[in-house]
């Protein structure tokens, strides 16, 4: 168990320790050099100041967008949420200025779009300083295929059935091009327009694919991107967050009512004339980088390490013999359908509260009291509300003319070991009924 989850962390201020799949043009180390040496704003994988923050052992200040202050001076407590912190109060970086608490780029977005909501501050003071290793949800899979492995026996016999019979249905519909990226990733490469096209015709059978496309286009985006604005956050040690969100927004309509990456597959021209509105500058590189970084972090994130690459296909396999080859894969598309049964609502402590105890009891035997989104570390932050060797202070917060935000009233609230409520995590359905991170 500890060895799925350290594997889904990442620590981007030292080399890769990951053992991937054999017969990969490329190594994870290759591409981290790449990432890191040759990209405008590489530097900021290693020298962050959300990363330097962890590491220093100071006290650390956050912020969090609610709309439930109420309930929280009521009840005295404070919840995780699921998403891509799996089990942590989703937060943004603060930097203590003399004037104030200056928000990180994120925090600035959120407090920006969300004006409905009220901001709390969070002094975190640690025993020790923080590993920066920031989890990884892209490399969850295999954690997620044995919490259902495990909790299986909740699921009617039915229910289970229909389970795996989507999970495989999904697979076939997109074996040809899950066959693809593996061949793209072991050195056959196909051309740059045809893949972008074929990608955003396979995401709606498989719409884990749309989280890794998205994830990979906003690595891209922060890494390359040469906009004063961008720059402007640079110097600051942060990456620029507004570049993938004015991306999102842009290419799926109602992202801002539900952040569904399920939904997000431009084809090759409109990626360019996104990009094009973006950042022009940007258009030219963006189809072979996307390309190539994709079909090798797929292979990564998909297939067992020890799988030799170029030995597999997706053609004629079946549930069983994915769960050896392709846990990964398997993992994130039963994750997904689980999330459409229509007991879900009722099943969902059961299978995202088992994964939370987990993830609570690696962070707190890492030394982790403040959890981050390390696909990239770009401010993306929470706190473990099971970490017992950390104090907390918690205010509601005022932002000032000049964007800063200042405690106005200490809250007595605790953070509890307990995820929140279904319907106010970002797993919610929607208006339809569809749960986010699902399509068809």
Known sequence: MHAEWDDAHTDHTTSPARQGPSGLIETE????????????????LRA?????????GRPIHLMHTTVALDAIRASGHLYASTGCLVAALYCAPLTPEPAGLRPHN????LLETKRHTRTL??????DAPIPPKGIDYLRLGAVHLRTYLTHRNFLTEHEDTQLRRAVMNRVRAAAPFLDLLLANAFGKPTPDVEFMDRLAVAVPSLPFLGYLYFEVLS???????????????AE?????NRLYKRLAFSAVQGMERLFDLSRFSPGHDRLRELLGQIEPGLV????????????????????????DAPSVSFHGTDFDALSVTAPGLLGQLVFREMRVIDRYPQLYSCFEQAKALEAWSYWNTEGIPTPFNGT???????INPAYPRAGCTVWVAERCERGLLHPVEQLEVALVPRLADLGMTAMRRDENGKAAGHRG
């Open 236 to 240: 600051l040690g942060e990456m620029s």
């Open 219 to 233: 690595e891209y985006l922060m890494l390359h991107s040469a906009a004063p604005e961008t720059k402007a956050h």
């Open 106 to 109: 994120l925090g600035s977005y």
């Open 284 to 307: 030219r590189g963006a189809a072979p980088y996307l390309r190539r970084r994709l079909s090798h972090l797929f292979a990564c994130v998909a297939l067992a390490g020890f799988q």
């Open 29 to 44: 180390a290759d591409w981290r050099g790449y990432l890191e040496h040759e990209t405008p704003n590489g530097w900021l």
């Open 121 to 126: 501050v969070f002094e975190i003071t640690p």
């Open 48 to 56: 962050n100041a959300m990363a330097e923050t962890l590491v220093s």
């Open 376 to 382: 990239i570390p770009k401010g993306e932050i929470g």
